[in-house]
Each structure stands twice: as C-alpha cells, then as structure tokens.
C-alpha cells in the first residue's frame, strides 16, 4: 500500500511533463481546419480554454483530475476523453492478456524445455528461434502473417473487429504474442538453467524424485521470479494496446486512439491516455510485488 | 560381499582446458552398518566419488570402473532404477545446510514428498512421519517446525532436517560431505554426535567425507586417505591415526590443530600444492610435495596390503 502511495509524486511529474511537452510541440488540434474564420477559431479555442495563459491551462487541467475528469476530447466531439478510453481500453485488454498468456504458456515451457536440453540440438533449434522472433518487429510479422493466412490461404479475416469474432482476434494476438514468446522462452531459459545449478536442486535430486517432480515442484518457483519482474511493465504496455498491430489489422483499441490523438494533437486525448498507462504500470508493478510475496517465503516475512 | 564396493573408479571431466581426471582408480568399500571416514585435502576428489555412487555427476563427467550397491551394478542403471535407490537406500547430506533446502517449500513439504515418492504414503501419513524422523534427530516442537520455511532455522537446525530428511525411508548408506565444515564449532559437535547415535540406532552405514582427520577418529572405525583421485592409505582408523604409514597421512595429521592449540596459531600445512589435475604426472601424484621421495617415486606406486588391515600406495614402505 505504501508503494501504491509513494508513486503518486511520479505519476504528478509524468503528467506534468508530457502536459507541457504536448504544448510545445509545433502545431495545434484545430490546424487542419485552414479555412477557419478567425472569430469561429477564437470561439473554439474560448470553448476549450484555449486561450487563457499554459499555467492557467494546466492548472484547470490538473483541478480537473483531482476530481477524475480527463476533459472532453478535441477530435471526438462529443465525446470525454473518459468515455473514449472506456471504449478502446476493453478491446486493448482483450487482445492483450490473451497474448500475454499465450506469452507465458508457449515461452515459458519453449524456455524449461531448451534448459533441460542445455547446449544440445534441441536447446539450440529454440534459442535459434527466439533470437529470430525477438529481432522481427511486429510490424513485419503481422502483415507477413495477412499476406499468408488472409491473402494466399483465405483462412482469416484480414483485419476489422467485430463483436464477438474470435477469428479476429488470432492474428493480432498471434502477431502479439511472438516477440513476447521468443522473449520469455529466453528468460526463462536462462533462469531455469541458473536454478538447476543450485544446491537444493541437488538435495531434490539426491532425494530419488523424477527429472519432472524437481522441474516443477523445487525449480520452477524460483525460475519465475525473473519473468515476473520482466511481466510487470511489459504486460502494462501490451494490454494498453499495441499501436502498430492495432493499426495493421484495424483494431479499435486504445493504441489506435493514442496514434491519431497524437497525430491531431488532441491534447486531452494524448494525456488522458499517458495518465492511464502511467496508472496500469504502478499498478502491475504492485500486482507483481505482491505475487512475489505469495510465492518466495523469505519476502513475505519481512 | 560389502554393502557398498567401489572398484577401480576413474572420474573425468571434459574443459576446455583439457581432461580433468578427478578420480584415478579408486577402490573402496564400505561394509553394513559399518562407519568409513574419506579424507584428502580439497579437490582429491571426494565430492565427486560421492556424487559417482549417487549418479548425480555432472554432464561434463565420464564415469569408468564399477560400483555395486547390495551386488546391484549402479552404473549401469537407468535413471528411473537410480531413482529408487538415491534418497530411499542411499541417502547424502550436503556440505552447505543453508542452501541445500529448497527456500519455497516448507521442511514439512519437503520431507513428506520423499515419502510419497519411495513409500507411496499420502501427505498426511508423510507429515506424521516426518515429525516423528525430527524428533529422532533430537529437533523440539518438530510438528511445529513443518509448517516453517529454511530461512526460519539456524544452519544446525537444517542440517538437523537434511540429515532427517535422508533417514526417512531408512537408507542403508548414508552419505556425508563434510556435513559439519559450514557450522559454529559446537554446533558441528553436536551433528557429529547425533551422526553417531543416529548410526547405532538405525544401523545404516556411513561414509563421512571431510578433510580433518580429528573428526573420523570420533565417528568411523575405518578411513581412507586420498590425493589426486588416488587411496593413499587406508585402514582402522585408530591404527592410521596412532602410526601414520604413508607421508601424506602424516603430513595431515601435522597440519590439524592440536585441541588445545590456541584458534590463531597457523597449521603447519604440508608444503607445495596439488597436482594440477589436466596433467597428472605418471608417477606417485604426491612425489613433489613428498619429503621421502626417491626415485621409484616416478612410477606409480601399487596399492599393498600391510599387517592390521592397513591398505597403502607408497615405495617407501
Ligand atoms: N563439473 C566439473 N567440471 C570440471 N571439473 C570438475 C567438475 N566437478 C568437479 N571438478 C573438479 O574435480 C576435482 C575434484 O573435485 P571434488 O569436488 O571431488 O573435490 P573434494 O575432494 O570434494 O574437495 P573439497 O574438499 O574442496 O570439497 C576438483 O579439481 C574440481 O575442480
Ligand atoms: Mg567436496
């Protein structure tokens, strides 16, 4: 809890900083409109407090959160910026925790399997593997992956989301998922491999227990704490949406939002969405320290 | 026929630098219920001779020679056969008591699933076992130690608990490396005796590995002196003890501390070092550090049985 308390004054800085960085870049959310009269522009840009001194913005801004109010978007009128990600954030989600489970299940036994094989063919063909998955980016999987399953073979959509449609979940989730997975397979390689060096895996050894009793029961606690360090921001960024594969398949998540906001220098939208995905981190990080606590007993103690 | 016979046991290592020959045609044996005390000074390959009966050797390791364990050849086992030996006849307790428990498991847990494993108990049958074994190695308020994690004991307390943990499914070898070397000086007096009570009342054999000699006069009737992989002497402990015949074994008993030497006086160690083990010398491995050596000490010296049951590989008698 003290944790969750002492991150308030990051989150502050975090929110004031992309607040003013958003301001200073060139440019502004009504630039497209070029005809726009002068005294229509005055107009909106009264509305939407455009006009009054940054340090009066700002403040304005943060008294508006202090009371859980992220503004009104400027490209969707109409609309809060707390509705728009209420809307993008469960598509964002979805997506995003099946990827990360897929991460874990398919990277972490990839990962106990190579270290059980350590330097032998087997090991090497997964590692091999992994390097390539980590070094191909999402954005040339994914439309590798259309041109394959969607283009040549017609066995899925290629893009679009409508409710409910599991089929179109496959690809981006897959396309997710890889990085994720050659990136976890590794991790826990490594960590897998370090714990079968250790006494008590030994003393687990020398007590008779079959090869999968002392994988799973003596090593496998310990082999996760890495990945549970490395999941904390990593599954706070996946479930808020992906903005690359969000874009390719035309997802309507919170990453695309984040894209365009930027783009049309909606600045509520933009910050709305950064303050969000600051939140989920401290968050995650807070889930992570406690399910350290559930598993290593000498935590939970102190 | 011993419990245990060790024959003409070579233990080598593939590095990168080279082979590494640990162990070099070693034989011993160790009868029922009998106590053996392996001694040599660090790296002669004690370790890895304990962990050849246990089949626990590294990758790296080629293992030559043969061991029988009640007549049954170990090294030609399957893993699944080696299994229902380690841990249920053939019990190892470990050097290093702070870590060889498993810090996320219980010491209940960790027990009782030795018994699941060899005597298919369930869980509760184990636990309840489990806390009568504790009591026998003298641990108080044992059901409540169950239910406790490794880092809540001292480090003689888990020792207490390792050597339980192997005497659950009574072993008829117990295997111990240097079970003492990583305790406080009275804490290692007190395993050293619960390793000798435990031993009369449950019959098992010992096979104690350390580098000080004074501990197997307390423990084992007989002990083997090794170097370089190699039996220097063995025989009655109190005979290799009283009249040393082999110039290595006098140069340990030398360097111990006398009992009532004060704690900072340094040992008198034997001079020089081991031999480095990728380039064994052909001849007697102890040679250049030998203060008897002459000339037939360049060839390998055979091992000959002596008056009093006293085994040695030494030209100088
Ligand atoms: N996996 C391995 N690869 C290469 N060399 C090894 C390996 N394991 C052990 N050795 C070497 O084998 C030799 C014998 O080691 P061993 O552990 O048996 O010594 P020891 O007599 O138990 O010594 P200590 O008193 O220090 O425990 C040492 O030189 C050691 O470095
Ligand atoms: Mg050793």
Redesign the pocket.
């Known amino acids: 809890m003290r944790r969750l308390l002492a991150s308030i004054p990051t989150l502050l800085v975090l929110i004031t900083l992309a607040f003013f960085m958003m301001r200073i870049a060139p440019g502004g959310p009504f630039d497209k409109e070029r005809s726009l009269l002068p005294e229509i522009e005055a107009a909106i840009n009264a509305a939407y407090h455009l006009d009054e001194p940054l340090w009066q913005q700002y403040l304005r801004y943060m008294g508006g959160l202090a009371r859980g109010d992220l503004g009104p978007s400027f490209q969707y009128a109409g609309f809060s910026v707390t509705e728009l990600i209420a809307q993008g954030f469960p598509v964002s989600l979805t997506i995003g925790l099946l990827s990360m489970l897929l991460a874990l299940l398919v990277g972490g036994s990839a990962g106990i399997w190579a270290a059980m094989r350590q330097n032998r063919l087997g090991d090497w063909s997964v590692m091999t593997l992994s390097m390539a998955g980590i070094s191909l980016p999402s954005y040339v999987i994914a439309p590798l992956m259309i041109l394959l399953f969607a283009v040549t073979l017609h066995w899925l959509p290629a893009g679009g989301w409508e409710q409910g449609r599991y089929l179109d979940m496959l690809m981006p989730v897959l396309a997710l998922a890889l990085p994720q997975i050659a990136y976890i397979a590794r991790l826990m390689r490594g960590s897998m491999i370090e714990v079968l060096r250790s006494n008590f895996i030994r003393t687990a050894r020398a007590k008779g227990l079959p090869e999968r009793q002392v994988i799973l029961r003596h090593a496998l606690k310990p082999a996760m704490m890495p990945i549970l360090s490395f999941l904390g921001p990593t599954a706070a960024g996946v479930i808020t949406g992906s903005v690359v594969i969000e874009q390719i398949f035309g997802i309507p998540g919170l990453g695309r939002y984040f894209v365009q906001a930027a783009i049309n220098r909606d600045y509520t939208l933009v910050l709305g969405v950064v303050i969000f995905y600051g939140l989920l981190i401290v968050l995650f990080n807070f889930l992570v320290d406690l399910l350290y606590g559930a598993l290593d007993p000498r935590v939970r103690v102190e | 026929m011993a419990l245990l016979e060790v024959d003409n046991l070579e233990i080598s290592?593939r590095?990168p630098e080279g082979e590494?020959r640990?162990v070099n045609g070693l034989s011993l044996e160790v009868g029922a219920g009998e106590a053996l005390g392996v001694v040599?000074e660090?790296?002669?390959?004690?370790?890895?001779?304990a962990m050849a009966i246990m089949g626990l050797l590294?990758r790296?390791?080629t293992v030559r020679g043969r061991i029988r364990f009640d007549g049954q050849d170990l090294l030609g086992l399957k893993p699944a056969q080696m299994n229902r030996i380690r841990g249920a006849q053939i019990g190892m307790v470990f050097q290093d008591p702070m870590t060889s428990l498993n810090p996320y498991l219980t010491v209940g847990t960790q027990m009782a699933e030795v018994l699941v494993q060899h005597r298919g108990m369930n869980q509760v049958a184990g636990l309840a076992e489990s806390a009568r074994m504790l009591e026998a190695v003298r641990i108080p308020d044992a059901a409540r130690r169950l239910s406790q994690y490794p880092h809540e004991l001292s480090g003689g307390m888990r020792q207490r608990v390792m050597i339980a943990m192997t005497l659950l499914c009574r072993p008829r070898l117990l295997i111990a490396d240097?079970p003492t070397t990583a305790l406080d000086v009275t804490v290692q007096a007190q395993i050293l005796e619960l390793l000798g009570e435990l031993r009369r009342e449950f019959g098992v054999a010992v096979m104690l590995i350390t580098?000080d000699l004074g501990i197997v006069g307390e423990l084992c009737e007989r002990t083997l002196v090794m170097y370089a992989g190699q039996l220097m002497e063995s025989g009655p402990t109190a005979q290799l003890l009283s009249r040393p015949g082999h110039p290595y074994t006098r140069g340990l008993l030398d360097s111990r501390p006398a009992l009532d030497s004060p704690l900072d006086v340094p040992l008198a160690a034997i001079p020089g070092t081991p031999p480095d083990?990728l380039r064994l010398p052909p001849g007697c491995p102890f040679q250049p550090r030998c203060p008897q050596a002459f000339e037939a000490c360049s060839r390998r010296p055979a091992v000959v049985e002596r008056p009093g049951g006293v085994l040695r590989a030494c030209h100088a008698g």
């Open positions: 290592f590095t590494l640990a040599g660090s790296g002669s390959g004690k370790s890895q001779t590294a790296n390791a240097e580098h083990l």
